[in-house]
């Protein structure tokens, strides 16, 4: 399994991002898809999740300001990020996990900074 995790940069409070994350080595379908994001002396916490049958969840704090989505013919998966504030600041993690599995699958990260 292999995501690649891309979009993070430094952005003013208020202003948007949108990550990607490409899988592969995966059937896509059948893999449960999130992101999570650390930041500096934080544990790692699950923003958005996007089921296999396209069901969501957020954390409260980005509800109504986050959307998460999935493209099954690219094999990625999308988290667009408006209204960002400097409490997004951290570094943003694909997640992957099978259908009734418990094995986690990780990508590589990629950092969100938002200047106030």
Known sequence: VQLQASGGG??????ALNLSCVASGITF??????WYRQAPGKQRELVARIRSGGSTNYVDSVKGRFTISRDSAKNTVYLQMNS?????????YC??????????NWGQGTQVTVSS
């Open 29 to 34: 379908s059948r893999y449960d898809m999130g």
């Open 10 to 15: 430094l952005v003013q409070a208020g202003g």
């Open 84 to 92: 960002l504030k400097p409490e997004d600041t951290a570094v943003y």
């Open 95 to 104: 997640h992957a996990r099978r259908m009734f599995s418990a094995a986690d």
